[in-house]
């Protein structure tokens, strides 16, 4: 849910009213790209924590 808030109100908006004025019509297909770029490559450093967690808790469990 977060990721996809964020998507909207802090890259979409910003990016689409601010890049159309400096680059033009483009600006609008080069932030959606952006954005999506972005947004992927949090998603996938969000995973990665989540799995070095998994794998820290369940080395404990399995130690004890």
Known sequence: ???GMARQFVFYIPVMLL???FIGVSG???GSF???AVIV???????????????ERQEKSATI
């Open 28 to 30: 609008v297909y080069y």
């Open 1 to 3: 849910m977060i990721i």
């Open 34 to 36: 952006a954005i999506d």
């Open 19 to 21: 890049l159309p004025k």
């Open 41 to 55: 490559l949090w998603t996938m450093l969000l995973v990665k924590e989540e799995f070095n967690g998994l794998r």
